[in-house]
């Protein structure tokens, strides 16, 4: 990082700190409810530039391994789409959530994989392209999976119009990630060179998502936050858990159960939260807030476990995509 301008440095502090500045995100939503609320109405817009960034990272050998490996990358997206839909909907119903909340867990646990997810795959020395991959995958099946999962876990609990979450999840993942895409395509040096300062618009894109999410919800969260994050800590230790014992079943190697766990616990709950914000009530917003702050600061606290039990002897994860692409800018 040596030489590097003031504002690389700034946006590599970002990335470094994300955790902590969700939590402050959520704290500021709790002190200033009024001017954080006002920002609702531009959650699906902030969502839009956080996936267009993702695209700019997204590179064609980030889906060639599902040619290569395609055994791995099928086994971690579909426990991507199963473990975390049920258990959203098993916890939700074994703590009685009223049927907002109950949407709110449902959606979370129908997201594709988590923004931060690849980092912390990598700081947990696992398999890095397996991790982009899945990444990648389970963001362009989200348009048709989301609401169909939704629809069918959730229905029962509130109205649900599947064509427009599928509508809502084109316009603000689909498109913006294609458009990244295709930008890096014909831009590539331009790209190349704005990359390192990626985590500065995706950090304050999501640390803005939960702050107006929360300050929407101020009085619930002071009221039943408690079970809200019980909830959300449940869901998310599960995921990671299921992921790695999926993992382990199908007889993937430990990098690769890192990965897999890592992406199956780790959810674009900005995705989650624009989705209620716009087509159901922005109580139903509330798990997707919270499971922003928490599953951060658990993933964090997984990967330094990891990081310390040191790089599995079957690690995979150095292959062309781990070496050539830092995670921090995704």
Do not use: C
């Not at 007889?251 to 159901?280: D, I, K, P, W």
């Amino acid at each position: 990082m040596t030489g590097a301008s003031p504002i690389v440095r700034l946006a590599s502090a970002v990335g470094r700190w994300f955790a902590l500045l969700v939590l402050l995100g959520a704290v500021v939503g709790l002190l200033a409810p009024g001017p954080m609320a006002t920002l609702s109405p531009w959650v699906p817009v902030l969502l839009g530039a956080i996936m267009f960034g993702m695209g700019l990272t997204l590179r064609g050998q980030d889906f060639a391994l599902v040619l290569r490996r395609p055994y791995a990358v099928i086994v971690g997206v579909v426990a991507q789409f199963l473990v975390m839909p049920l258990m959203a909907w098993l916890i939700g119903t074994l703590l009685g959530l009223p049927p907002a909340l109950m949407v709110g867990m449902v959606l979370v646990g129908a997201a594709p994989g988590g923004t931060a997810s690849n980092v912390i795959v990598y700081l947990a020395k696992g398999d890095v392209a397996l991790s982009v991959t899945m990444t990648s995958i389970s963001t362009l099946l989200s348009p048709l999976l989301t609401p169909l999962l939704v629809l069918w876990l959730a229905g029962s609990a509130l109205p649900v119009d599947a064509g427009a979450l599928l509508l809502s999840i084109v316009q603000v993942v689909l498109v913006p990630v294609l458009a990244g895409l295709i930008v890096r395509l014909v831009a590539s040096r331009f790209v190349e060179r704005v990359l390192p300062l990626l985590p500065l618009v995706s950090v304050t894109g999501i640390v803005l998502v939960v702050a107006a999410v929360v300050g929407a919800n101020a009085d619930a969260v002071l009221g039943s936050g408690s079970l809200v994050m019980l909830a959300v800590v449940l869901h998310n230790s599960a995921g990671l858990l299921l992921g790695y014992l999926a993992a382990r079943v199908a007889g993937m190697s430990e990098s690769a159960r890192r990965a897999v766990s890592v992406e199956v616990g780790m959810q674009n709950s900005g995705l989650a939260a624009s989705l209620a914000t716009v087509h159901f009530t922005p109580l139903a917003a509330l798990p997707a807030a919270l499971f922003s702050v928490w599953h951060n600061i658990s993933g964090a606290l997984v990967a330094t476990f990891w990081a310390r039990r040191g790089r599995p002897e079957d690690a995979e994860s150095a292959g062309p995509a781990a070496e050539d692409d830092s995670p921090t800018s995704r």
